[in-house]
Nanobody
Framework: QVQLVESGGGLVQPGGSLSISCAAS????????IAWFRQAPGKEREGVAF????????YYGHFVQGRFTISGDNARNTVVLQMSSLNAEDTAVYYC???????????????????WGQGTQVTVSS
């Protein structure tokens, strides 16, 4: 059983930066692929970024446009999402998700993820 715990959310001003973390237990980063999703009020949950330690691949949602960076720390079994140039549209609950690596499954399909964290709120406001 994989458990995921997010941390690092909070309030940030427009144009600011914030890092959020996803700590995994019950598996190593080599055994699962990790993705960040987000859900704003009244909107569907959407894929933000993806990290695969086993393949070395990362992917990002189209709206990221170079503002976010996802990385993994194998020693801490943690995946970090560094966000910059934040704007009000980035306000959402950010969720960490994990799945067993399987060839051919699109990273942004939330139904392919079996494990989810509880979410962390990111609010971008002045």
């Amino acid at each position: 059983q994989v458990q995921l715990v997010e941390s690092g959310g909070g309030l940030v001003q427009p144009g600011g930066s914030l890092s959020i973390s996803c700590a995994a237990s019950g598996s190593t980063l080599h055994e699962v692929d990790i993705a960040w999703f987000r859900q704003a009020p009244g909107k569907e949950r959407e894929g933000v970024a993806f990290f695969s330690s086993s393949s070395g691949r990362t992917y990002y949602g189209h709206f990221v446009q170079g503002r976010f960076t996802i990385s993994g720390d194998n020693a801490r079994n943690t995946v970090v999402l560094q966000m910059s140039s934040l704007n009000a549209e980035d306000t959402a609950v950010y969720y960490c998700a994990a799945r067993i690596p399987t060839y051919g499954r699109s990273w942004y399909l939330r139904d392919t993820y079996s494990y989810w964290g509880q979410g962390t709120q990111v609010t971008v406001s002045s």
